[in-house]
């Protein structure tokens, strides 16, 4: 399985490379890169640099399919054909991505907030307005001219409804949710706690979407070499980046191959270890 998100380097400076700006995140302005993590240990796979605009444009699959849908394409490349399952959230999710993937052999769980419009997704909104209520329904969906391909539509109301576009797996009955809210009575803070069921498919997007988040506060965190490491260069900034990455995956894999061990080593103490094996290898 793999997970689909994009990245902020942080860079106010100046820069012969595409600098994005994206209010939304942390850190809005600087070098967006798009990435690919491995959704059970979450190890980088995949990256890609957003070029701008008109480079972009010249990219592979961007006239066919457009912008985001050709991006994921790109990424997803090597997995063509190969069954495999791609989680990512609305940035990337639509009806279009699912029928392009379709098209390469790979399935797709992803979330749609946007490009609703290949299928009526308000009636559906209508039916799923208590919490814990969910529908689902195949839709045929018509892009690019080509014959429709079923895809599969899924809602669920929790605080919000997340409406899903998926291609594999189920909505029967999932792992149940533990939930949490807290407000203020008389002064006093009280703690409110239920069990939220929901759909498999949603189970799994829940479990698996934020990888990406969980791979950059390893790599790109407060503690991380980047933060560490001042610099006015540019590309010195995006290799101090690289460089965390390459550890953060070293890390990460060691972490996914030893989970089943009684304990493991804490990040800092493996950045430890690794620096006294590269300052003590006989080969260097």
């Known amino acids: 399985m793999l997970v689909a998100d994009e ?3 942080q860079w106010e400076g100046i820069s012969s490379a595409h600098l994005t700006v994206i209010l939304r995140k942390p850190t809005p302005l600087g070098f967006e890169i798009r990435k690919f993590v491995c959704g059970d240990s979450g190890v980088l796979i995949m990256a890609e640099l957003c070029e701008g605009a008109d480079l972009e444009g010249l990219k592979n699959w961007v006239e066919e399919w457009g912008k985001h849908t050709a991006a994921t394409l790109r990424l997803t490349e090597p997995w063509h054909f190969k069954g495999k399952c791609v989680v990512a959230d609305s940035w990337f999710g639509s009806f279009r991505n699912a029928c392009a993937h379709l098209a390469k052999g790979t399935y797709v769980i992803m979330n749609v907030k946007r490009n609703r419009a290949q299928a009526p997704v308000a009636p559906l909104l209508e039916k799923c307005v208590e ?5 689902s329904k195949k839709v045929g969906v018509r892009v690019n001219g080509v014959e429709p391909r079923e895809v599969y539509l899924s809602i669920h109301m929790d605080k919000k409804p997340m409406v899903l576009v998926h291609t594999m797996s189920t909505t ?8 949490t809210k807290r407000k203020l009575v008389k002064g006093h803070q009280v703690y409110k706690e239920w069990t939220l069921t929901q759909p498999v498919v949603h189970s799994i997007y829940r479990a698996k979407f934020n990888q990406v988040d969980r791979f950059n506060a390893y790599a790109m965190g407060l503690r991380s070499i980047q933060k560490a490491q001042r610099t006015r260069d540019w590309w010195m900034r995006f290799w101090y980046t690289m460089l965390g990455a390459c550890v953060t995956n070293a890390y990460l894999a060691y972490s996914f191959t030893n989970r089943n061990q009684d304990s493991i080593l804490t990040q800092t103490q493996f950045k430890k270890e690794l620096v006294a094996a590269l300052i003590a290898n006989p080969w260097s």
Do not use: D
Request: glycine share 12%; no cysteine; hydrophobic share 20%.
């Open 172 to 179: 029967g009955p999932g792992p149940t949710r533990r939930r």
């Open 131 to 135: 919490r814990e209520t969910h529908f």
């Open 7 to 9: 990245t902020m380097v």
